[in-house]
């Protein structure tokens, strides 16, 4: 819970891991980053540094985030419900299974870019309607 609190609370302060590590006094970015994916353990001590680094209390940081925990247990809740059904596939069943997945996969990204596709071409129409001249583009 605390990795992804550090996690969100970084993004919200728009700071690098790098600079981030610096502000709670961790020698390199790497054993940020390992506070971050959740291998290291958060200590009293390090719970500390955060909130004076971030100039946050540290109930604040220690403050349940319901959301943030529901989403936690949902996604582990569908992890082990998948690993279980995966478990039980045989070797062909699985590599369809990851085949169907990774297609899956490729018709959302798809979809994604026919909408974005969409709303170019509704903002170009908009901006040309206002009788302004169209942008200019400049390939590199």
Do not use: W
């Not at 082990?80 to 059904?85: A, D, R």
């Amino acid at each position: 819970m605390y990795a992804s609190k550090l996690k969100a609370l970084r993004a919200q302060k728009n700071v690098k891991q790098l600079n981030a590590a610096g502000l709670i006094g961790i020698e390199c970015q790497q054993h940020y980053s390992d506070y971050e994916s959740g291998k290291k353990h958060f200590s009293e001590e390090i719970i500390v540094k955060i909130s004076e680094g971030f100039k946050i209390p540290i109930t604040e940081f220690k403050r349940v985030d319901y959301e943030i925990l529901n989403e936690m247990i949902y996604l582990a809740d569908l992890s082990s419900e998948l690993q279980t059904y995966v478990k039980r596939l045989s070797n062909k069943e699985r590599y369809l299974f990851l085949l169907e997945c990774e297609k899956r996969l490729v018709e959302v990204k798809l979809e994604n870019m026919r909408k974005n596709k969409e709303i170019l071409e509704l903002e170009n129409y908009s901006f040309m309607r206002v009788g302004e001249p169209p942008p200019i583009y400049v390939l590199a």
